[in-house]
């Protein structure tokens, strides 16, 4: 696994395809020293609005299209100096290589395992929710395995579903609950690697 000096976070590759929301949101977060991590570059699945908003902020990146194999992750890992993957809004499936089993962290825009798969994402997962009559959403935050939204729970945030509610009105109470979600179950696992590691004989 790839590790930093002693006292550098621990460094959170992002992958990302749309607007870059959610990385800018763990920026922040990470900016405001409320979480004790780096994300020393992001890597988009196709040319979006994503890539110039990580550039602005100083984060390297550039678009790798299509599923990146599980070698090639491996060494995007070792070159950046991350430990960790965080998804940010990535469509790509990930080929999770063995080094990075338990270590490739996603965000979900729903309360899995409902509204979760294939072709489930962004305003889709809202209109479905919406078209369920269901009275609750939220979001959660879900380590990845070899298939989509099905690997453990992590944490999960819950919102009201309003009666009036549009897509785009779901979306964004959503999406203030994903802001909140993301940092504090990073924290939690980086918190309970570091304990596991810290342990090791």
């Not at 607007?19 to 020393?40: F, K, Q």
């Amino acid at each position: 696994m790839t590790t930093g000096p002693r006292n550098e976070p621990p460094g959170m590759l992002a992958l990302l395809s749309g607007g870059g929301r959610t990385l800018l949101n763990l920026l922040d977060v990470i900016e405001a020293g409320s979480l004790h991590a780096r994300i020393p570059a992001a890597i988009a699945s196709r040319p979006c609005v994503g890539v110039e908003r990580a550039q602005a902020r100083g984060i390297p990146s550039h678009v790798e299209r299509g599923v990146i194999p599980a070698d090639r992750l491996e060494h995007l890992m070792h070159e950046h100096g991350a430990s960790w993957l965080v998804l940010c809004g990535y469509l790509q499936k990930v080929d999770i290589p063995p080094s990075l089993e338990g270590r490739v962290v996603n965000i979900h825009p729903a309360l899995l395992p409902d509204f979760g798969g294939p072709g489930m994402y962004g305003d889709r997962v809202h209109a479905a929710v919406l078209q369920s009559g269901k009275t609750e959403s939220g979001c959660t935050v879900h380590l990845c395995d070899a298939e989509y939204d099905t690997g453990p729970i992590v944490l999960q945030r819950r919102c009201p579903v309003l009666p009036g509610d549009t897509v785009d009105s779901l979306a964004a109470r959503v999406f203030e609950q994903e802001c909140e979600a993301y940092p504090e179950a990073l924290s939690m696992l980086l918190a309970a690697a570091h304990e596991t590691e810290g342990v090791r004989p």
